[in-house]
């Protein structure tokens, strides 16, 4: 074990660090990532639905939406945190929420789909 003093942003912090073979670092693979959630194929969208997507890169803090319900104009769909702000992301229509391709905690970037409203 080596023993490092890192500084972070202004706190120090004590840090070990163990060395080990190539073939040790082989057998310690990651585990596979939790599974996301399953996005949309556009065939699966009804014709005349409109793609809500993301604005801006972020983390989705809510889904206050599911497939199939129901939901006017101005209606907050998610919120999606970007730069430490909470963006209410709406819907542009009235509309039945005909799919969902994210749930809370997903990343997103600029243009991913979030949902679909008919």
Known sequence: MKHYHVNVN???YEIEIEEISA???????????????????????PTGAEMVSAPMPGTILSVNVSAGQSV???????????????NEIMAPKSGKVSAVSVS???????????????
Do not use: H, W, Y
């Open 104 to 118: 809370k905690g997903s990343s997103v970037k600029t243009g991913d789909v979030l949902c679909a409203i008919e």
């Open 10 to 12: 202004g706190t120090d």
């Open 72 to 86: 006017n104009k101005g209606d907050v769909l998610m919120i999606l945190e970007a730069m430490k702000m909470e």
């Open 23 to 45: 073939e040790e670092a082989k057998s310690r693979q990651a585990a596979p990532a939790a599974a996301a959630p399953a996005a949309f194929a556009p065939a699966t969208v």
